[in-house]
Structure formats: C-alpha cells, structure tokens
Nanobody
Framework: QVQFVASGGGLVQPGGSLTLSCAVS????????VSWYRQTPGNQREVVAT??????????WYADSAKGRFTISRDNFKNTWHLQMNDLQVDDTAVYYC??????????WGQGTQVTVSS
C-alpha cells in the first residue's frame, strides 16, 4: 500500500514561512491529483491545496485561507510534493497531512506534521 509521510513542520512566528514535504512509498505519477490537508483539535480535516496534472499542465486549487500565501508543487520524478507556506498566521496552526483524493476516500492517512504559529 502506498504510504505518505509529511515533514517540515515546526514552530514559527506569525509572518514566518515553512515548507512542507511529502514522502511517498511508491510512485505518485499514477495520482493525477495530490493534496495537502490540515486538522485542528476537534475539527475535521480540511483541504488546503491541491495540484492536478494532465494534458494541459498543472492546475492548482487553494482554500480561501491559503490563497496568496501558500504554493503547492509536485515532482513526479522524486515522488514528492511540497507546500510552501508564507506569511503564516496563528490560524494556520494545525497538523498538516499529504494525501490524494483516491486514498482519502478509503479513509487512510499517513503521518502528519505539526505546524505551530505563535509569538
């Protein structure tokens, strides 16, 4: 089974930046869409950003809260994708996960990475 491990989280001050990475055991090339999700205590996971690749190149989607601050990218050759997060705010504090819609549908989640934004 494919497994996802998110990394790159940490403690950062408001306005700071982090880059998250997703390591995959297997090829991500078979997944047209890969995504980043986040979850805060007591809340459901929410999609933060997605990137889809196809014949017309890459298409990115961002949650309103991430627009203009976060950038998602993927590297099929390295079997990884990233989330560059700039101008982080306290509300961005959460556990971040990488996953794909196909795997999310089976309710399988890998290891997340904690992002804490605090002064």
């Amino acid at each position: 089974q494919v497994q996802f491990v998110a990394s790159g989280g940490g403690l950062v001050q408001p306005g700071g930046s982090l880059t998250l990475s997703c390591a995959v055991s297997g090829s991500i090339a078979r997944f047209s869409t890969v995504s980043w999700y986040r979850q805060t205590p007591g809340n459901q996971r929410e999609v933060v950003a997605t990137i889809s690749t196809g014949g017309r190149g890459a298409t990115r989607w961002y949650a309103d809260s991430a627009k203009g601050r976060f950038t998602i990218s993927r590297d099929n050759f390295k079997n990884t994708w990233h989330l560059q997060m700039n101008d982080l705010q306290v509300d961005d504090t959460a556990v971040y996960y990488c996953n794909t819609p196909e795997i999310v549908a089976t309710d399988r989640w890998g290891q997340g990475t904690q992002v804490t934004v605090s002064s």
